[in-house]
Protein backbone atom coordinates (compact mmCIF):
# COMPACT_ATOMS: atom_id res chain seq x y z
CA UNK A 1 0.00 0.00 0.00
CA UNK A 2 0.97 3.62 -1.28
CA UNK A 3 1.93 6.30 1.66
CA UNK A 4 0.52 9.69 0.68
CA UNK A 5 2.75 12.40 1.01
CA UNK A 6 1.42 15.24 3.10
CA UNK A 7 3.24 18.82 1.96
CA UNK A 8 4.45 21.16 4.48
CA UNK A 9 5.35 25.11 4.13
CA UNK A 10 8.26 26.07 6.90
CA UNK A 11 8.30 29.73 7.37
CA UNK A 12 11.27 31.74 8.65
CA UNK A 13 9.57 35.60 8.94
CA UNK A 14 11.60 39.17 8.34
CA UNK A 15 10.93 42.33 6.26
CA UNK A 16 14.46 41.66 4.22
CA UNK A 17 14.24 37.89 3.72
CA UNK A 18 11.72 35.54 4.46
CA UNK A 19 12.70 32.11 4.20
CA UNK A 20 10.64 29.16 2.96
CA UNK A 21 10.89 25.82 2.95
CA UNK A 22 8.63 23.32 1.42
CA UNK A 23 8.77 19.32 2.42
CA UNK A 24 7.11 16.35 1.81
CA UNK A 25 6.22 13.97 4.43
CA UNK A 26 5.58 10.37 3.44
CA UNK A 27 5.04 8.44 6.36
CA UNK A 28 8.48 8.91 8.96
CA UNK A 29 10.27 9.78 5.30
CA UNK A 30 10.81 13.63 4.99
CA UNK A 31 11.91 15.18 1.23
CA UNK A 32 12.93 18.53 0.54
CA UNK A 33 10.58 19.99 -2.30
CA UNK A 34 11.64 23.43 -2.55
CA UNK A 35 13.13 26.23 -0.46
CA UNK A 36 14.76 29.66 -0.91
CA UNK A 37 14.06 33.70 0.28
CA UNK A 38 11.63 36.17 -0.43
CA UNK A 39 13.76 39.03 -0.46
CA UNK A 40 12.87 42.96 -1.05
CA UNK A 41 14.89 45.67 -1.18
CA UNK A 42 15.71 47.99 1.39
CA UNK A 43 14.84 51.05 0.29
CA UNK A 44 11.35 50.13 -0.59
CA UNK A 45 8.08 51.51 1.19
CA UNK A 46 7.44 48.90 3.76
CA UNK A 47 3.90 48.48 2.75
CA UNK A 48 5.08 47.48 -0.45
CA UNK A 49 7.63 44.78 1.21
CA UNK A 50 5.06 43.19 3.06
CA UNK A 51 2.76 43.23 -0.28
CA UNK A 52 5.38 41.64 -1.90
CA UNK A 53 6.09 38.87 0.74
CA UNK A 54 2.50 38.40 1.59
CA UNK A 55 2.04 37.48 -2.71
CA UNK A 56 4.94 35.48 -2.94
CA UNK A 57 4.12 33.03 -0.04
CA UNK A 58 0.49 33.17 -1.23
CA UNK A 59 1.84 31.88 -4.63
CA UNK A 60 4.50 29.36 -2.79
CA UNK A 61 1.00 27.63 -1.47
CA UNK A 62 -0.50 27.81 -4.34
CA UNK A 63 1.91 25.95 -6.47
CA UNK A 64 2.92 23.12 -4.09
CA UNK A 65 -0.75 22.77 -2.44
CA UNK A 66 0.44 22.53 1.01
CA UNK A 67 -1.80 21.45 3.27
CA UNK A 68 0.35 22.52 6.58
CA UNK A 69 2.03 25.36 7.48
CA UNK A 70 4.49 26.18 10.24
CA UNK A 71 5.81 29.44 11.04
CA UNK A 72 8.63 30.38 13.29
CA UNK A 73 7.21 32.39 16.41
CA UNK A 74 8.38 35.78 17.43
CA UNK A 75 10.64 36.57 20.43
CA UNK A 76 11.47 39.04 21.71
CA UNK A 77 14.33 40.92 20.45
CA UNK A 78 16.85 43.64 21.81
CA UNK A 79 15.68 45.83 18.93
CA UNK A 80 12.24 46.91 19.36
CA UNK A 81 12.24 48.79 15.71
CA UNK A 82 13.15 44.96 14.07
CA UNK A 83 10.68 43.06 16.02
CA UNK A 84 7.91 44.60 14.98
CA UNK A 85 9.08 44.41 11.41
CA UNK A 86 9.20 40.63 11.63
CA UNK A 87 5.93 40.82 13.23
CA UNK A 88 4.37 42.67 10.51
CA UNK A 89 6.33 39.69 8.37
CA UNK A 90 4.81 36.81 10.40
CA UNK A 91 1.65 38.85 9.94
CA UNK A 92 1.11 39.03 6.28
CA UNK A 93 2.52 35.32 6.17
CA UNK A 94 -0.05 34.02 8.22
CA UNK A 95 -2.72 35.93 6.52
CA UNK A 96 -1.75 34.11 3.34
CA UNK A 97 -1.63 31.13 4.85
CA UNK A 98 -5.07 31.51 6.17
CA UNK A 99 -6.42 32.59 2.59
CA UNK A 100 -5.21 29.92 1.46
CA UNK A 101 -6.95 27.72 3.47
CA UNK A 102 -4.01 26.06 5.16
CA UNK A 103 -3.85 25.04 8.74
CA UNK A 104 -1.05 27.51 10.40
CA UNK A 105 1.23 25.97 13.28
CA UNK A 106 3.77 27.91 15.42
CA UNK A 107 6.76 27.18 17.19
CA UNK A 108 9.56 29.10 19.23
CA UNK A 109 12.79 28.90 17.99
CA UNK A 110 14.18 26.54 20.82
CA UNK A 111 11.12 24.38 20.14
CA UNK A 112 12.24 24.60 16.28
CA UNK A 113 15.86 23.71 17.87
CA UNK A 114 15.00 20.57 19.92
CA UNK A 115 13.38 18.98 17.56
CA UNK A 116 16.01 18.99 14.80
CA UNK A 117 19.41 19.02 16.70
CA UNK A 118 17.75 17.61 20.48
CA UNK A 119 19.24 20.83 22.06
CA UNK A 120 17.35 23.87 22.54
CA UNK A 121 20.43 26.21 22.12
CA UNK A 122 22.04 24.72 19.00
CA UNK A 123 23.68 27.38 17.08
CA UNK A 124 22.97 27.75 13.38
CA UNK A 125 25.56 25.64 12.16
CA UNK A 126 24.20 22.70 13.87
CA UNK A 127 20.60 23.39 12.92
CA UNK A 128 22.12 23.44 8.88
CA UNK A 129 23.80 20.17 9.60
CA UNK A 130 20.75 18.42 11.14
CA UNK A 131 18.36 19.74 8.39
CA UNK A 132 20.76 18.92 5.53
CA UNK A 133 21.30 14.86 7.49
CA UNK A 134 17.42 14.76 7.92
CA UNK A 135 16.10 15.72 4.21
CA UNK A 136 19.67 13.28 3.31
CA UNK A 137 20.78 16.65 1.08
CA UNK A 138 24.55 16.57 -0.15
CA UNK A 139 25.06 20.27 1.46
CA UNK A 140 23.82 22.08 4.45
CA UNK A 141 20.71 24.39 2.80
CA UNK A 142 21.81 27.88 2.63
CA UNK A 143 20.61 30.62 3.10
CA UNK A 144 20.44 30.96 6.87
CA UNK A 145 16.71 32.25 6.39
CA UNK A 146 16.10 29.12 4.10
CA UNK A 147 17.36 26.61 6.62
CA UNK A 148 15.76 28.02 9.27
CA UNK A 149 12.33 27.61 7.30
CA UNK A 150 13.12 23.64 6.54
CA UNK A 151 14.10 23.12 10.16
CA UNK A 152 10.68 24.81 11.10
CA UNK A 153 8.80 22.87 8.75
CA UNK A 154 10.60 19.70 9.65
CA UNK A 155 9.81 20.36 13.59
CA UNK A 156 6.11 20.18 12.25
CA UNK A 157 6.46 16.83 10.65
CA UNK A 158 8.16 15.62 13.69
CA UNK A 159 5.09 16.57 15.60
CA UNK A 160 2.15 15.79 13.81
CA UNK A 161 2.04 11.91 14.62
CA UNK A 162 2.10 12.94 18.34
CA UNK A 163 -0.42 15.63 17.87
CA UNK A 164 -2.70 13.32 16.47
CA UNK A 165 -2.84 10.32 18.78
CA UNK A 166 -3.52 12.74 21.48
CA UNK A 167 -6.33 14.37 19.07
CA UNK A 168 -7.80 10.62 19.20
CA UNK A 169 -7.34 10.10 22.68
CA UNK A 170 -10.63 8.78 24.57
CA UNK A 171 -12.14 11.57 27.11
CA UNK A 172 -9.79 14.26 25.95
CA UNK A 173 -11.03 18.00 26.59
CA UNK A 174 -12.48 19.53 23.22
CA UNK A 175 -11.54 22.87 24.40
CA UNK A 176 -8.84 23.64 27.12
CA UNK A 177 -7.22 22.30 29.68
CA UNK A 178 -8.17 19.16 31.82
CA UNK A 179 -7.94 19.84 35.04
CA UNK A 180 -8.65 16.82 38.17
CA UNK A 181 -11.88 15.60 37.57
CA UNK A 182 -12.41 15.78 33.82
CA UNK A 183 -13.65 19.49 33.68
CA UNK A 184 -12.38 21.59 30.81
CA UNK A 185 -9.74 23.86 32.92
CA UNK A 186 -11.69 27.63 32.67
CA UNK A 187 -8.96 29.41 34.80
CA UNK A 188 -8.56 33.06 33.81
CA UNK A 189 -12.23 33.65 31.75
CA UNK A 190 -13.68 36.42 33.72
CA UNK A 191 -11.50 36.72 36.17
Same mark, same amino acid.
Do not use: W
Given at each position: ?30 ? %? =?? $? &? ?7 ? !????? *? ?64 ? %? =?? $? &? ?7 ? !????? *? ?57
Amino acid at each position: MAVSSRIILGIDPGTASTGFGVIAQRGSRLE %V =VE $Y &GVVRTEAGE !ELSDR *LREIFAAVGEILRHHRAAEAAVESLFFNVNARTAFAVGQARGVALLACAQSGCKVHEYTPQEVKQA %V =VG $Y &GKADKAQVQ !EMVRV *LLRLTEPPKPDHASDALAVAICHAHGRGLRARIERTPGRAAHGATRSGGRPDRRGEGD
